[in-house]
């Protein structure tokens, strides 16, 4: 079965894992739009970005002509190009202090707390992500603040999902599943 399916939120609310589990059940590949936003080789991760036309021209590569896919991250004010394409969008959402929390212990699995501790090299960088991280919630807080995100779903003729409970992936992929399966 053709599934097209974005899943964006915000930071640390659990688009990548629910987006890959889902990727899994239905035997899709996954991508996520970090790795098409950002220049990800670069040994201090997430500091060169990519130009939209770049990003464009990435993603559109690696979803060429694939029947089916789940696309996770947000590509609101560079990658509406790709809208029409969406037979689903899931939104995930959780509160900021629940975010964070995540936020840090994913980041320390992922680069280790020496690179992320005060004399780190990627101290800057993480305490930058976390304010940014933080300021989703605020009005005004740019192309990913809540408000923003909410507005672009508003725009959207897909069906759209919004997840702003704090349950595992696997209550949530049943909730995505269950979606897929009333869909006429």
């Not at 899931?90 to 320390?108: D, N, T």
């Not at 300021?135 to 005004?140: M, N, R, T, V």
Request: aromatic share 8%.
């Amino acid at each position: 079965m053709s599934h097209k399916i974005h899943i964006l939120g915000a930071p640390g609310a659990g688009t990548t894992t629910l987006a890959k589990a889902l990727a899994e059940r239905l035997g899709c590949p996954h991508f996520d739009t970090d790795d098409v936003y950002w220049f990800t080789d670069d040994d201090l991760p997430y500091r060169r970005k990519r130009n939209p036309d770049h990003r464009r021209q990435l993603l559109t590569e690696r979803l060429g002509a694939l029947e089916a896919w789940v696309l996770s991250g947000s590509l609101c004010g560079w990658g509406d190009a790709f809208i029409p394409q969406f037979e689903l969008v899931v939104w995930r959402w959780l509160p900021a202090a629940l975010r964070l929390s995540r936020i840090e212990q994913r980041e320390r699995q992922r680069y280790g707390d020496a690179r992320l501790d005060p004399n780190g090299d990627l101290h800057g960088v993480f305490e930058k992500f976390k304010q940014w991280a933080a300021a989703c919630d605020e009005e005004g807080g740019g192309l990913r603040s809540r408000q923003s995100e909410l507005e672009w779903l508003e725009r959207l003729a897909c069906p759209v999902l919004k997840l702003e409970e704090d349950m595992g992936v696997e209550a949530l992929l049943e909730k995505v599943l269950q979606t897929l399966r009333s869909k006429p």
